[in-house]
Structures are given as C-alpha cells and as structure tokens.
C-alpha cells in the first residue's frame, strides 16, 4: 500500500503544497498582494530562474548537472545587447539580436554537451570551467555594463500582449513546452540515461546524443532567462546572471527531481523556482530585521530540501 | 475558507489606508543594498537609519524599511519591486548597476515615487544622485601625491576591479592630475580588486620591479595591505602613498608615523541622501541647474580628506568606535536645505 502511494504521489507535491502555503502567508502579510500589477511583478522577478531551472532539470535527469547557465545568461544578455545597439533600434534588429543570443546559447549548450559525453570529462567540473570561460567571454564583449535596447523590446516585456501581460505568456508557453515533452519519448531516455546509464547503453540508446541535447536545452533556457533579464533591465551588463547557476539547481531539486538523476520532472523545478522567489518574499514582508533575512531564508531552503528527501525516503 | 483570506486581506487593507490618511507628515522610505561585502556598508545603512530617527525632533515621522544582501543586479531590481509593491514614499538604493535599473526607475516614478541612488551614479533619469564625485575623490588624494613628493618621482599605482564604473572614473581622475606635473612617471598600473590581501600582494610584487619607488597611489581598504608591504620592505621612510579611512589603518599610520593622505568616501553618503529625501517629499523644489554630472542627475556632496595634519582630529572623533569604523560625514537636513528653493 505504502508503496503504491509513492508510486502514485508526483515528486512535485510537496513543493506544490509548500507553494500553497507560501502563498497563502504572502497574501496575509503583504498588503494587495494578489492585485494583477503585483502578482506580474512578483512574476517578472521570478521568471528568469523559472526558466533556467526548467532547463537544469533535463541535464539532471540525464545525471549530470549545469553550472555554467548564469554565465551564459550574462553571454546571452551583452550578444542580444550589442547586436541590436549594432543594427539600431528597427523590429529587424531587435529578431536578429533575439535570434544571435539564442544561437550562441546553443554554441555554449553544444560545447558543454561535447566535452562531457564525448570527451567524458565531468561534468560539474567542467561546466564549472567554460562557465568561467563564457564569462570573460561576456567582459570581453562588452566591458562595461551599458548600451541601450530599442523602447519597442522592453516595453512589450513590461506590458502585455492581447490583454494578457507577456511575462505570463511566457511561463504559459514554458509549461506547455514541459508538458509536451513530458509525453515524448526523449524524457523516458533521459530518466534512463540518468537512472542506470549502463542499462540505457545496452538497450542500444543514444547516450550521446541525448547527453548533448540535454546540455543545448538547458543552454537554449539560459538564453530565454537572458533574454527576459534583457527586457526587465534594458541595458546590457556581463556581470548578470549570477546566482542562476545554484539557484537553478536548488529550484530542481525542492521541485523533487533527483540530483543523483533518474526520477523527476520540469513541472516540480517551475514549483521550485516559484517556490524560492516566494521564500524571498515572505520573509521581506514578514518585516524581519534585514541582518537576519538571509539567515533566515538559508534555513527555510535547507528545511524544504531537507524535508524532501525525508518524505522521498520514507 | 477561501472567504476567510478575503476578509482578511480586506481589512488588511482598509487598516494600511487608514494608517497612511491619518498623519501627512509620515513618510516611508526603503533602503535597498545590494552588496554586504564591507563594514563601510554596514555603517552607511546604520547612519542612515540614526538619520531617519533623527527627523522625529523635527515632528517628521520617517520608516525606514531596509533590504540588505549579496544580490546580481537582478537581484537588487527585485528588492526595488518589492518596496513599490509595498507602496513607500521613496527609493534610495546604493545600485550594483549603472544602467540595469532604468525600467524598474522608470515604474517607480510612474507611481510617484523619489528614487535616489547614492554611492554609485545610475544613468536612468527618473532618478537623482546624492553622493561624492568619485573622479573627484581621485583628484584630492592624487593632488596631494604629486604635491608631497614636489612634483617629481616614480610612482605607481593599485586599482579596484576593472570595468566598474566607480573605478573607472577614480582612474580618469588621477590620470587627469598627474598629466599635469611632467617630471611624475606612473611605471604601472595594477588591479587588485578592492581586496585588502591582494593589494599587499600587488604592493610585494611592484616592490621588487621597481627599486626606486618614490610614491603610491591605492585606493580605498587595499591601502592597509599595501602599506603592511612597505613597511615590511621597510620602506616606510621613502614612500609616500595614499591611505584609506578606518580607524584600524589609521591607528597604524599615526604610530608608524608615515607619510599618507586620503579622500574621504563617507559612509553617511545615504544618510545624506535621505535628508535630502524627506525634504523632497515635504513637497520642496530643487533648485535650477543644480544637477551636474555625466548623466546630469547628480548632486556631489563635499570630500572630506584626512592628512597628516588633521589625522590626530580624526583619531579623536574615532574613539571608542570599533576598528572597522570608517571617518564619516553627512549633510544635515539644514545643510541639504541649501539645494532646494
């Protein structure tokens, strides 16, 4: 019986109960907060490591792991900046720096990709390692955190299109994408791939390939994440980005996804990364003393981590 | 269930109306910092907080909300969204960015609010600036420099974090001054991060390069790690270099007797910048053309500067306060009466 229940229980329940409860305390202690500007604006904050969690989770799922999306979100963000500064501010040049950012995000996601399954180095210290290089890549671009994007890209980020504003059609377009490749067969081979390699490699699957994609998405995220933090800032900065990386990786692993690999989903790492920008929230509104918010906030992150792997184990 | 929040929400609401209609004269102001890696921003946050307790002799309420912690910038926007979502009467934030705060400014001001940035200059203008000229700040210590060494002498010079924009301007600044005495030659210019031990690493290093060193420009905390090289070298007697404003280093420099100067960064930049914020939201007008700068929305406060004249003065003034307890200096509300009609 026990064992049915867990096989029945989704590993994204208790961040999903977590989120409720948070939710719930938020609208106790802050004043409006469920008016549609704030609810926006909580969802402009959260946005970008929802997306970069969605991402993180498929490479963790194959059992490796990512540290290299916060620097290649800042690549991204000085790539779209400096294109568009490049070609004016025209609805052309907007596509083409969208269009460059995503490109050079597949490029890092490819190269990750390459140097882990084909090469076989591993994969937290080498991710760690082009992180670094795709950040003095980023500085290379552009120095000094400035230039300018067109009026036109920013606002329609800050705004809304068809009355519903464009932050949400992005977390909207974002689930949909999870939940359609949660019904593909690729996902299966991830779990496997990251569940028992071995097994997955005499069945006869492309570990390979699947490893590489794994990476090229969670990059392909990263630049999404850059390109919403492009529209939130306008400007570009290659200092941005940088508590993406373990941010993303605790977003996926209070979503239920196991770091280990193998069991878990994108829709518990959307929860989770909800989840830790509430936390935020909470405790800012809860009026705690500033020198204690970010104590406070560690434990709380330590506590639903923690209280998750103890259900899991149950 | 559901219903219950409702209320709830409801009366929480009607409550904070209440509470905002009933006195005019409470204003509520938010602290945003985005780096906790220095005492001095420790001390600029406390200094501000004092001044807002302060305005209650003057029959001004002032609330301060404070948000403080090791954020990117994004980071820093979202502690911006929270204040405008919780509705305070003004910003003042000590940005990590010059430029990625222009929308999120730009919404502030949308809804009435004052934003001030101190510290650090932000370009967006629906923002103002309160604090030192850090160009300035350079010219002072640089000045002193080539006058103590008489206009003539090898020096080089230690440096922050390259490509902040702070930084930048510091180095414009003392390029700018020792253009002007031909017979002072900079042989190197090192980056040490605005790290204490890296500085005295750089300093060991530019020390063996360069025998005959005759001056030192360094700047902030990486000052005490380059004078504990010098001093090692024992070359305490020979070298002239700029110093910084803790009480630690100057209790080093008075006893050690060496020959250093220093432009004051205060820590009460934002206690400053709130004075200037209630008077503001008491509904004054800021004085015609009195914003200058490169994005023409500063006000540059004076830059105090510690010497060996004054440094027994400012010894004084630091006793009984911790090692790590910065020289500081803040406009009053008096004084920051004087920019506005």
Known sequence: MRALLKMERPAWLLAAAALVVLVVINGLVQKGFFAPMVLQSNLTTFLPLVLVAIGQTYVILAGDIDLSVGAVAALVNVITVSVMAALGGSAGAIAAGMAAGILVAVACGLLNGLLIAVLRLQPMVTTFGTGIIFSALALWVLPQAGLVVPDAYWSTYGGAILDVPTVLWILLLAGLFVFVLARLPFQSWLKAVGGNRSGAFQSGLPLTGIRIKAFVLSAIFAGLAALCLTGETATGDPLMGQSLGMGSISAVALGGTLLSGGVGGAMGSILGALLLGMIGNVIYFAGLPYEYQTLVQGLIVLAALAGGVVLARR | MQSKWFIAAVTATALGTVATGACADTFKIGLSNGWVGSEWRTQMIEEAQAAAAAWADEGTTVEVVVQSANVDAQGQIGQVRNFI?????????????????????????????????????VSSQDAIYVGIDHKEWAMQSAKWLAETLEGKGNIVAINGVAGHPANEMRVAGYREVFAEYPDIHVLNEANANWDQAQGQQVMQNLLATYPDLQGVWVQDGMAAGAWRAIMAAEKKDDIAA????????????????LTSGASVNPPGVMASALNVAVLKLQGREFKDDIFTGTYGNAIYLPIPFVSNENLAEKLSEAEGKPGYWSVTAAISPEEAAAFFK
Do not use: H
């Open chain 2, 242 to 257: 700029t110093g910084e404003i803790r009480k630690d280093f100057m209790t080093v420099w008075s006893e050690e007797n």
């Open chain 2, 85 to 121: 979502n919780q509705g305070v009467d003004a910003i003042i934030i000590n940005a990590n960015s010059p430029t990625a705060f222009s929308p999120i400014f730009a919404q502030a001001a949308a809804r009435g609010i004052l934003v001030i940035a101190t510290d650090a200059e």
